[in-house]
């Protein structure tokens, strides 16, 4: 499976963004998708993921109520919505693709998927 994000980019605080994520290859092989994103000297942290067959998205509570998660399940694609976004949303985005279904979401194992990331850069 290959991931391919785009989307990023510079804006200002308050500003809104899409970021897109096209799979490709051997993509039934996954159960979800999602997004993570890592931020300079700190640790990758889950965003959102939602679920293929059934549509289930699940979103870290630091990004409810901003950031929606999407699907297009005919481009095999997902999609983040950035709402209201803030400075210390700056981070490069990775999307991921899960190959096992899990009741966590925020976890990733070895085995997954990774595309390329995305940048995010918001200016205060």
């Known amino acids: 499976v290959q991931l391919q994000a785009s989307g990023g980019g510079l804006v200002q605080a308050g500003a809104s963004l899409r970021l897109s994520c096209a799979a490709s290859g051997r993509s039934g092989n996954s159960a979800a998708m999602g997004w993570f994103r890592q931020a300079p000297g700190k640790e990758r942290e889950f965003v959102a993921a939602i679920v293929w067959s059934s549509g289930t998205t699940y979103h870290a509570d630091s990004v409810k109520g901003r950031f929606t998660i999407s699907r297009d399940v005919a481009k095999n694609s997902i999609y983040l919505h950035l709402d209201s976004l803030k400075p210390e949303d700056t981070a490069v985005y990775y999307c991921?693709?899960?190959?096992?279904?899990?009741?966590?979401?925020?976890?990733?194992?070895?085995?997954?998927?990774w595309g390329q990331g995305t940048l995010v850069t918001v200016s205060s």
């Open positions: 991921v693709a899960y190959r096992t279904g899990r009741p966590d979401y925020s976890t990733y194992k070895p085995y997954d998927y």
